[in-house]
C-alpha cells in the first residue's frame, strides 16, 4: 500500500473517532433525559417497577454529592480539602498528576535544562518514538 494511501486511511480513523466521539456525547444526553423522562412517568403513574425485553427497569430514589462550585466555597470563606480532614475525611484526599500535564511539564523542563535532573531521571521514564502529526493545511499549500 502506498504511503499516501496509509495516509489517507489514517485520516479517515481520525475522523471517524470524533464522530463517534460526538455521537456518544449526544448518545448519552438522550439516555440521561430517556431516564429522566421514565422516571418521571413512573412516578406519575405510580409504577416503580415494570418488565420488558427480559429486563426489569425499577425506580430508585439516589442522592448525589457534588463539591460546591469554587465561588460558592470563596464566598462562604472555606476551604474543601481543610474542610474535608476537619470532618475526618481526609484519606479520601489523592495527590494526583495528570499524565498529560507531566508530559508537557517536563518536556519544558528538559528544553530549559538540557536534560533531566538526577532526581527526576529516577522517578520519570523517557522513551523515543516516532508519531504522525496531523495539520490542516494552509490555503496557500497544495493538496495531494
Known sequence: MALIDMIREYQILLER??????????NNAAIEAAKAEIAQQMVDEDIP??????YCFSLTAKTSYAKRSEAELAESGLDFLEVLREEGLGDIIVEKVDPRTLQSTV?????????LSEGLDAVIRSYDYNDITRRRETAGRTKK
Open 17 to 26: 473517532k470524533d464522530d463517534l466521539a460526538e455521537q456518544t456525547k449526544a
Open 49 to 54: 417497577r415494570i418488565s420488558t425485553g427480559g
Open 107 to 115: 518536556k519544558a523542563y528538559v528544553e530549559d535544562h538540557g536534560e
